[in-house]
């Protein structure tokens, strides 16, 4: 081909059409440029083609960390819920305002204090952020991760709270009461890798001596106070992770159609 074009400029040149050859000449030059131009678009299209492919594939590894992490959300939130509603009702119990028969007292006792941690997955979101990746996304769905984040970090500040709640006296009352109404949670027997232990006898209550200890007003106080940071973690799920992750999975879910 460009020695079909110099032939061309050769003959013009030995014939001596100079104005046909300028012309020429330009037009060869326009040419050229039109095809850069051309291989410049072809190659930015490409680009545009890698980059929206890899931000596909990443809006869809958010996804699936989301959906983790709704699932942990769903199944978190339901058993704390269990917990605090047998939490309230002994609460209701202490003042006198509900009647709990002796065998679900020690039942409901032992069934207040949700023992499973929360694990949220942040490995994709946080891969992104150091890789610069994040910045591929559109800014709502950077806002609403970012806010998740947020959310997470505000949450776990109340997850803290909670585990110092018992370390709060010196003298272990906490842990002292917590033992006397069998408050330890049951473990189910497929977790079981050791004997239970047994409740010490000295924590041994009658059925009497158990209602009136539930019923009295320092009891009340402390348990009250477990009771809220609990409550408190289950509206921070229900209101707060889980809606904002429910919302980021409906956007993106959007954003990929």
Known sequence: MIKFFRKIRYDLMKQNKTSKYFKYAIGEIILVVIGI???????????????EHSKHKLMLALKNELVSNKNELDNYQLGIHKSNSKFNKVLLYSVGDYYIPNDSLKYYLSEMIYGRTLLILNSVQEEAINSGKFEMLSDSLKQNLSI????????????????????LDNDNESVNLMARLYMLPVIPDE?????????????????????????????????NKIYLIYAADE?????????????TIALIDRELK
């Open 37 to 51: 131009l051309i291989a410049l678009q072809i190659n930015n299209w490409n680009e545009d083609r890698k980059l």
């Open 148 to 167: 998740l984040k947020d959310y997470t970090n505000s949450r776990n500040t109340i997850s803290d709270r909670s585990a110092n709640m018992f370390n």
């Open 191 to 223: 977790f079981l890798n050791h004997p239970l232990i047994p409740t010490h006898p000295e924590f041994l209550l009658s059925d009497i001596e158990l209602s009136a200890l539930v019923k009295d007003p320092e009891t009340y106080l402390t348990l």
């Open 235 to 247: 509206v921070w799920i229900k209101y707060g992770l889980l809606r904002r992750t429910n919302e």
